[in-house]
């Protein structure tokens, strides 16, 4: 179970974390963030779908063709974090290395678009303010941490739920022969 848990983790972060890098670096460029957030989600759920790959796995190859819903939805839980905590890792080193401004950018483009759907000027200075919260928040690594785990653990946790929904067999389905 450890190692299917370990391969799919990785490779599910390795896909999430290669879109949200690539996808990243598009926006940040050119400031196309509403279309690279759908991108963003659609990758996690891609890459969530590993899920699905490795408790059937263990359901079949390892555990007789059952398993509980518990322990289902425990192995898509492992997989989730190992995934998440890449994707927290590389977020990280892209935010404060490669693009330190980015809370910047984002905030511009926020406020930009409240503009363009025609914000009031009190609507747009609590935007601002909003904005700013969490301009402050993302000084101290350890709100960058949560931030990001809450953007992606919650569709690994949805994921983990439908898989283990699914996959759950409490006995064994027996072939039968005529």
Not at 94 to 112: E, G, N, W
Not at 127 to 148: F, G, I, R, S
């Amino acid at each position: 179970m450890k190692k299917i848990i370990l391969v799919c983790g990785l490779i599910a972060g390795f896909i999430i974390t290669a879109m949200m890098v690539t996808t990243t670096a598009v926006c940040y460029h050119t400031q196309a963030f509403e279309s690279n957030m759908v991108l963003g989600y659609a990758s996690m759920v891609l890459a969530f779908s590993l899920i699905f790959v490795g408790v059937k796995n263990f359901r079949d190859k390892y555990n007789s063709g059952v398993i509980s819903f518990g322990k289902a939805f425990k192995t898509g839980l492992y997989i989730t974090l190992i995934a998440s905590t890449m994707y927290v890792i590389v977020w990280l080193i892209d935010y404060y290395v490669f693009i330190p401004d980015f809370m910047d950018r984002y905030t511009a483009h926020v406020l930009k678009e409240a503009r363009m759907e025609g914000a009031t000027s009190t609507e747009l200075a609590k935007q601002a303010d909003e904005m700013k919260k969490y301009k402050e928040m993302y000084k101290n690594p350890v709100w960058v941490v949560l931030l990001t785990y809450s953007e992606v653990i919650p569709v690994g946790l949805v994921v983990s739920l439908l898989c283990a929904l699914f996959l759950k067999r409490n006995t064994s389905k027996q072939v039968q022969t005529t």
